[in-house]
């Protein structure tokens, strides 16, 4: 089949690679239909991440057909069309039973990796490192699909693949950084980043009750999206003070709420922004967090902080004398996607939301390169790219 790979930083080929094959009999083989490049995707392709191998395949977004069953697998059946959640739960662990999907105890074949680094592994995820498991990921034309009873959403029909995929990461993602906002009527909600999950976490934030949604960013085709379709007021940090910014836009107060949907690879103005991308380079430091350093300055007394952007290692300079003084709640994690597909798809089915609006690009499977390079550098206003196998 072709897939595309990880050969090193900036460097990523559609290769011919063997298909894959069921290795347990809870496996599911799917026909990948549509897949899509997520910003996490971009900390590979930077080669923030360690743990690549040449040859990785890579991606986490991706949804298709099912073609191949294990002897196990019980509530799916072949022709059924499926979303997959890029987090690996196997359903019955001590996490898995608490709905705390993204920390599943048995998905994660490396977790000695994992733990010499966190203390704990967290589940595997799909096209994301040998860190968290070494899966082979679905930008490709055929994926194995482990704990598949557990793993596989069925999808009704009447909706197309550009509604539904981004069940598989980016709109949970977004849902659940706006819901450990604990928001409540009336609250003033500030989101850095205005890619694909911020757009969705805007969107949430409305939907689960904010009065008022602030987006900050630096792209104007971003900034426009959030405006147009989030109906959010918007900052472009490269114009002005954004902490000055937000206590003017709330009396003094602050938000009561900030998401961070940048992550590890923010950019900024100021001198600490520079401090941060010569440590990086030099692997003094992993991870830029300026966008997070702004959110706990910016953020209201008493107020909550959620993180669904991707950090990976070390931070440096961060403002915990802020966080622990006024009294802020931190709330982070990778996606606990399964909790959140069923009712989200509702939302779809509902009307309430049209998840396609993010896509900018559709391209077959072959031009993945050209996605990538596009995405990472925000040419041809691409804000979400999706892949097409057979294209």
């Not at 980016?170 to 694909?196: H, L, Q, R, S």
């Not at 003094?252 to 440590?279: L, N």
């Amino acid at each position: 089949m072709k897939a595309v790979c990880w050969h090193g930083a900036n460097d990523v080929r559609v290769d011919t690679v063997p298909d894959p094959k069921l290795i347990n009999p809870r496996d599911a083989i799917i026909k990948i239909t549509s897949t899509a490049i997520c910003g996490s995707d971009l900390h590979l392709y930077n080669g923030y991440i360690p743990t690549m191998q040449k040859g990785d395949i890579l991606g986490h977004e991706f949804m298709g057909e099912v073609v191949e069953l294990g002897t196990a697998v019980k509530h799916v059946k072949i022709g059924d069309r499926v979303v997959v959640p890029f987090t690996i739960s196997c359903g019955s662990c001590f996490f898995c039973q608490r709905d705390l999907w993204s920390l599943c105890d048995n998905s994660n074949p490396n977790a000695w990796l994992a733990e010499k680094q966190m203390g704990y592994s967290p589940s595997g995820l799909f096209g994301y490192s040998h860190l968290l498991g070494g899966y082979a990921g679905g930008q490709a034309e055929y994926a194995r699909v482990p704990f598949a009873d557990v793993g596989l959403f069925k999808i009704p029909d009447g909706l197309t693949d550009e509604q539904v995929l981004f069940l598989t990461d980016i709109f949970p993602t977004g849902y659940m950084a706006a819901e450990n906002c604990n928001i409540k009527p009336g609250d003033i909600v500030a989101v850095w980043g205005c890619g694909p999950v911020g757009q969705f976490a805007i969107r949430s934030a409305y939907m689960l009750g904010a009065e008022r949604v602030i987006a900050i960013d630096r792209i104007p085709e971003r900034l426009q999206m959030a405006k147009e379709y989030g109906k959010a007021e918007i900052l472009n940090y490269e114009e002005l003070d954004v902490g000055e910014a937000l206590k003017e836009m709330t009396g003094g107060r602050g938000p009561d709420s900030c998401i961070d949907a940048v992550g590890m690879e923010a950019h900024g103005t100021d001198a600490m922004a520079v401090y941060d991308k010569v440590k990086q380079a030099v692997r003094l430091e992993t991870d830029r967090p300026t966008a997070l350093r702004q959110a706990i300055v910016a953020c209201g007394k008493g107020g909550h902080l959620s993180i669904p952007g991707v950090y990976g290692g070390f931070l440096d300079k961060i403002p915990m004398g802020a966080a622990m003084n006024k009294g802020l709640t931190f709330k982070m994690g990778q996606t606990h996607v399964h909790r959140y597909v069923k009712p989200l798809l509702e939302h779809i089915q509902n009307g309430d939301i049209d998840p396609s609006f993010i896509i900018t690009h559709s391209l077959p499977l072959e031009q993945a390169p050209h996605g990538y390079e596009i995405f990472k550098h925000k040419k041809d206003n691409c804000i979400k790219v999706v892949l097409k196998p057979g294209h």
